[in-house]
């Protein structure tokens, strides 16, 4: 399912919506070149799970954690991991935690990601403006069918 946005603040519209349906252990992977808009999504769904902090990128610190919402956040990037530093990482713990994973650039490590997921694919068009993106859902299993379904379908 995909859609068009013209605004930092609609890409943020849909991380925050999404944020109402999903429960612990859920992971999100946010796919899409720099400046996409993967940080301005997840910005948008800290802030529908009620996270008063600041969402920064977690590029150099590979894993940020926000325990003040609805729900903890576990907000990773994977840019400079190798496929099969999960473990290292304890990426399984987080998966199977108490938390939502959001992950962006997933295409890194995407050996060792679980069978469902919401994968979320940010693309721009400069033809078509400089803030003009598409915004891609491809849910993997039946509760990220179900969030879509009812999230955005009806929208
Ligand atoms: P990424 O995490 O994919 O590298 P960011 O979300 O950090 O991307 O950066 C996106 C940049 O593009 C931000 O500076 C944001 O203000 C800008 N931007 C402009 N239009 C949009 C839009 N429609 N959606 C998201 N970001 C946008
Ligand atoms: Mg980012």
């Given at each position: 399912?995909?859609?068009?946005?013209?605004?930092?603040?609609?890409?943020?519209?849909?991380?925050?919506?999404?944020?109402?349906?999903?429960?612990?252990?859920d992971v999100i992977l946010l796919d899409g070149d720099l400046g996409a808009g993967k940080t301005t999504f997840t910005k948008?769904?800290?802030?529908?799970?009620?996270?008063?902090?600041?969402?920064k990128s977690p590029t150099f610190t590979i894993?940020?954690?926000?325990?003040?919402?609805?729900?903890?956040?576990?907000?990773?990037?994977?840019y400079r991991l190798d496929d099969g530093s999960g473990d290292e990482l304890g990426l399984e713990e987080y998966f199977n935690g108490d938390g939502i994973n959001v992950?962006?650039?997933?295409?890194?490590?995407?050996?060792?990601?679980?069978?469902?997921?919401?994968?979320?694919?940010?693309?721009?068009?400069?033809s078509k403006g400089d803030n003009y993106r598409t915004i891609d859902f491809h849910p993997k299993g039946e509760h990220?069918?179900?969030?879509?379904?009812?999230?955005?379908?009806e929208k």
């Open positions: 399912m995909k859609f068009n946005v013209n605004t930092p603040e609609e890409t943020m519209s849909y991380g925050k919506k999404i944020a109402n349906y999903l429960k612990p252990k948008g769904l800290a802030e529908g799970l009620g996270i008063k902090r600041n969402i894993i940020r954690e926000y325990q003040d919402g609805r729900l903890p956040l576990y907000h990773m990037d994977a992950i962006e650039w997933s295409n890194f490590i995407e050996n060792e990601l679980p069978s469902d997921y919401l994968k979320i694919i940010f693309k721009r068009d400069d990220f069918n179900k969030i879509i379904k009812e999230s955005y379908l």
